[in-house]
């Protein structure tokens, strides 16, 4: 599986960013799908996660409120919406693909992992 995420960029704390990964090369519909984030100087976190069908969802409570993972499998992309963004969401944000169709909080339960986008907020 290829994955290829955008979306990030610099906004403004209290902002909005939509995330968008793009997959290819098996078939999207029947994997979970991740989103991750590693700060400067931090380790790589769970973010969001969704099934294969789209019927269930995972949020972080780091960001349980503000963020929303959706998927759209005939067009094989899964999308992280960032909503009231706060200094503190910066990070490199990476979407990754479950080798089961249900999806996980754990980077272990990951094989594949696009290269990431940079989001900034700005104070």
């Known amino acids: 599986v290829q994955l290829q995420a955008s979306g990030g960029g610099l906004v403004q704390a209290g902002g909005s960013l939509r995330l968008s990964c793009a997959a290819s090369?098996?078939?999207?519909?029947?994997?979970?799908m991740g989103w991750f984030r590693q700060a400067p100087g931090k380790d790589r976190e769970f973010v969001a996660t969704?099934?294969?069908?789209?019927?269930?969802?995972s949020i972080s409570d780091s960001v349980k409120g503000r963020f929303t993972i959706s998927r759209d499998n005939p067009k094989n992309t899964v999308d992280l919406q960032m909503n009231t963004l706060k200094p503190e969401n910066t990070a490199v944000y990476y979407c990754?693909?479950?080798?089961?169709?249900?999806?996980?909080?754990?980077?272990?339960?990951?094989?594949?992992w696009g290269q990431g986008t940079l989001v900034t907020v700005s104070s």
């Open positions: 990754a693909a479950d080798r089961t169709p249900w999806g996980s909080s754990k980077e272990s339960e990951y094989d594949y």
């Open positions: 090369g098996r078939t999207f519909s029947n994997l979970g």
């Open positions: 969704i099934n294969s069908s789209g019927s269930r969802t």
